[in-house]
Nanobody, 124 residues
């Protein structure tokens, strides 16, 4: 099992930048595809970004394509989400998640383990 601890959330102005981090421990980090999902107020949890075990392949939901970048450092057992040009509609709790499967997990129901979440609030 993989334990995950997210950090980096907070309050940011529209147009600003934020970097989220997810430090994993436990079973080999490289065994998992990793992703970020978000849950805004009153909404269901939604897919945001994901990458394969090696980091070679990534996938993004349309609303963040070109603004967010997911990347991982397997030596540090950490996955990151760099968020640029933030918008008020990006306000949500962001969850780091791990998937034991092969490929790029693009749906919340594909993940096996979740972090506790970190709140990102974008003010207009």
């Amino acid at each position: 099992q993989v334990q995950r601890v997210e950090s980096g959330g907070g309050l940011v102005q529209a147009g600003g930048t934020r970097r989220l981090s997810c430090a994993a421990s436990g079973r080999s980090f490289i065994s998992y595809a990793m992703g970020w999902c978000s849950q805004g107020p009153g909404n269901e949890r939604e897919f945001g970004a994901a990458m394969t075990r090696s980091g070679r392949y990534t996938s993004y939901t349309d609303s963040v394509t070109g603004r967010f970048t997911i990347y991982r450092d397997n030596a540090k057992n950490t996955v990151y989400l760099k968020m640029n040009s933030l918008k008020p509609e990006d306000t949500a709790v962001y969850y780091c998640a791990a998937d034991m499967g092969v490929g790029v997990p693009t749906g919340p129901n594909e993940y096996d383990y979740w972090g506790q979440g970190t709140q990102v609030t974008v003010s207009s």
